[in-house]
């Protein structure tokens, strides 16, 4: 029974996979038979229980897109030391109302050449200092009996120079070498230097590495440690599929897929986003499906909407589950800065385009930096030139404009380019440490506005506490280079003890979080199937939203200035705030520095 329930799967999409992959690989039938062998064996290495979670998804589909998902991102050593002390820490994130629980990276690394976990040494080991792999199995199966799916990290661009493969084709090993880009000599990493961006080009410029001690030249888009894999080898692709399979029969219910846009490689083109990226997300696609269908594929684009919706694919053949929605998180941060929301508006405006079944992972904060990838030539209009407007959000994030009161770090400042990535945590950058109170205000508006937003809203491990930037790290020779870790600092338990006291700052955003999420997940016009787009309110100042599902409507308005803003917005229904249960009145409301409302009337 359970061998026909896999060649079923497989038969449905047997012709498709056949044709994406010999198209791919130059019909080689060889290395597709023991693509379809792999599948079978990951199959069989899929427990009872797993096999009995897919079916379930499979019932119900959009599980992922119910308005009561909650998620949280964190590093297993920062919040609780390892995979064991996680697994302790299940009855706080209960607490937290989180059912989605995203991992950061935590297979082996090597210290000081791991890039925060994102140079992959074994795919098929934990990090020895957070636990074994079976630490994370046994996390796995106490998220699912407490309700919480789990999600963790591939990264799929690159391995570590550590990894076995690596060793080898650093001492020679032609079968090793052909997993990467190696030359003789600079001629064509030359020719590929001439279309192609380089990722950091401050900390570590160019796209090649030269190896002294084997005089050998290998691609590194990102760290020279990170050595870039060739998937025009149908070896790499194999392995690496079986590699990700491994892990989602550990247990994982999301996998995230880092860097997809840059998998594959075309002299003379800039490597990003080529046509042949989605034929491998969609082949990593059909491979879930016929293995382990329960599981998410989320795809990391960091890129403008334009190139980021062809990953969720089509109708007919849909590549990942959920993608991150970055453009809009870099766009809030901008709008905060300015108080102009015509950006985020035009956002809107682009998002609500989308189909309702493309679902967003939301985010203020996570583990990187923030870029401002802003959609300049549409700011032009508004006479805003990128170089001046990227200095000026940078000075305000930093606390160097005059009356700014946020506080963060620069990542990777390029005073050549005029260019520079901003760090600090969500409570930090809204001026809770300058000024409290005015803080709180933002802090709490920017929450509310994420979980609006149609998909998965998703905190930042100590977002729910208000936790501040932890300038600690520039005293660890080991962190001092990486502004990253102002936000990556560990969770303070003992500040986190005050979330149950309303008199601490604490416990006053713990409890008006919890007081909005309870709400979302309450009510029925925040589901993913609702309309969503964007409404005049008459102010640049103030972002106007409008969900609407089943005669339901909710008019959600944002305030992003310091100063109180008066609207006067027509709509003849009545309205009840959500926020304080009382009849609420747009014709004449008055939003109050950095505040919000959701007003709702209920059709039913």
């Known amino acids: 029974m359970e061998y026909t329930e896999f060649v079923s799967r497989l038969n449905a999409r047997l012709d498709e996979l056949q044709w994406l992959y010999c198209e791919l690989y130059d019909n080689d039938r060889m290395a597709f038979r023991y693509f379809l062998d792999m599948l079978r064996r990951a199959y069989a290495d899929r427990k009872e229980a797993l096999r009995a979670l897919d079916r379930a998804r499979l019932e119900t589909p959009d599980w992922f897109r119910s308005n009561r998902m909650l998620g949280m991102m964190l590093y297993v050593d920062n919040f609780a030391g390892d995979l064991r002390g996680v697994r302790e820490r299940l009855p706080y994130l209960k607490e937290c109302g989180v059912n989605y629980l995203h991992l950061m990276p935590l297979l082996r690394t090597v210290k000081g050449r791991s890039d925060g976990g994102y140079a992959v040494a074994d795919f098929r080991q934990v990090q020895p200092e957070l636990g074994t792999m079976e630490d994370l199995e046994a996390l796995s199966d106490?998220?699912?009996?407490?309700?919480?799916s789990l999600a963790l990290d591939f990264v799929m661009n690159h391995t570590s120079e550590d990894h076995d493969w690596a060793k080898a084709a650093r001492a020679g090993d032609p079968v090793a070498r052909a997993r990467y880009f190696f030359y003789d000599n600079w001629d064509i990493p030359n020719e590929f230097e001439k279309t192609v961006p380089q990722v950091f080009p401050t900390t570590a410029p160019g796209n090649f590495t030269y190896l002294e001690d084997c005089g050998q030249i290998v691609m590194t888009s990102f760290y020279p440690y990170q050595w870039d894999l060739n998937y025009a080898n149908p070896m790499v692709f194999?392995?690496?599929?079986?590699?990700?399979?491994?892990?989602?029969?550990?247990?994982?219910?999301?996998?995230?897929?880092?860097?997809?846009?840059?998998?594959?490689k075309e002299l003379g083109t800039d490597c990003r986003n080529l046509p042949k990226v989605h034929t491998l997300s969609r082949m990593l696609r059909l491979a879930c499906e016929i293995v382990c269908p329960g599981v998410l594929l989320l795809g990391e684009v960091v890129m403008e909407p334009a190139k980021v919706a062809p990953y969720f694919g089509t109708r007919?053949?849909?590549?990942?589950?959920?993608?991150?929605?970055?453009?809009?998180?870099?766009?809030?941060?901008?709008?905060?800065a300015t108080r102009d929301v015509r950006l985020l508006r035009r956002q809107l405006d682009q998002l609500s385009a989308l189909p309702r079944e493309y679902s967003f992972q939301n985010y203020l904060r996570c583990h990187d930096d923030i870029g401002w990838g802003l959609d300049y030539p549409w700011l032009k209009q508004f006479f805003v030139e990128e170089?001046?407007?990227?200095?000026?959000?940078?000075?305000?994030?930093?606390?160097?404009?005059?009356?700014?009161?946020?506080?963060?770090?620069?990542?990777?400042?390029d005073p050549t380019l005029g260019d520079a990535r901003l760090c600090g945590t969500t409570a930090s950058l809204c001026g809770m440490e300058l000024d409290p109170e005015l803080g709180f205000r933002a802090d709490r508006m920017l929450h509310a506005w994420m979980l609006t937003q149609s998909g998965?809203?998703?905190?930042?491990?100590?977002?729910?506490?208000?936790?501040?930037?932890?300038?600690?790290?520039?005293?660890?020779?080991?962190?001092?280079?990486?502004?990253?870790?102002?936000?990556r600092g560990a969770f303070n338990w003992t500040l986190a003890e005050n979330r149950r006291r309303p008199d601490t700052m604490q416990g006053r955003i713990f409890s008006a979080l919890r007081e909005l999420e309870t709400?979302?997940?309450?009510?029925?016009?925040?589901?993913?199937?609702?309309?969503?787009?964007?409404?005049?309110?008459?102010?640049?100042?103030?972002?106007?939203?409008?969900?609407?599902r089943l005669g339901d409507r909710l008019i959600a308005l944002f305030n992003f200035s310091e100063n109180p803003q008066t609207l006067h917005l027509e709509d003849p229904a009545p309205m009840t705030d959500l926020i304080t249960g009382k009849p609420v009145e747009l014709s004449a409301l008055e939003l109050e520095p950095y505040g919000f409302v959701w007003a709702l009337h209920h059709g039913g």
């Open 238 to 264: 194999n392995d690496m599929t079986e590699n990700l399979l491994y892990l989602t029969n550990r247990g994982m219910d999301v996998i995230r897929l880092d860097a997809i846009p840059y998998i594959w």
């Open 519 to 548: 709400i979302r997940a309450q009510q029925p016009v925040f589901s993913a199937d609702a309309l969503f787009y964007g409404i005049d309110t008459g102010s640049i100042h103030v972002l106007g939203v409008c969900r609407e």
């Open 387 to 413: 170089v001046a407007h990227k200095k000026y959000l940078n000075d305000w994030f930093t606390g160097k404009w005059p009356g700014s009161w946020s506080r963060g770090e620069l990542y990777n400042d």
């Open 142 to 148: 106490a998220c699912h009996e407490a309700g919480i």
């Open 456 to 487: 998965i809203p998703v905190l930042y491990s100590g977002d729910e506490v208000a936790q501040c930037n932890d300038y600690s790290y520039h005293d660890d020779p080991d962190k001092r280079e990486d502004s990253r870790y102002l936000h």
């Open 316 to 336: 007919d053949k849909p590549e990942c589950h959920l993608l991150y929605n970055v453009t809009t998180m870099c766009s809030t941060w901008s709008c905060l």
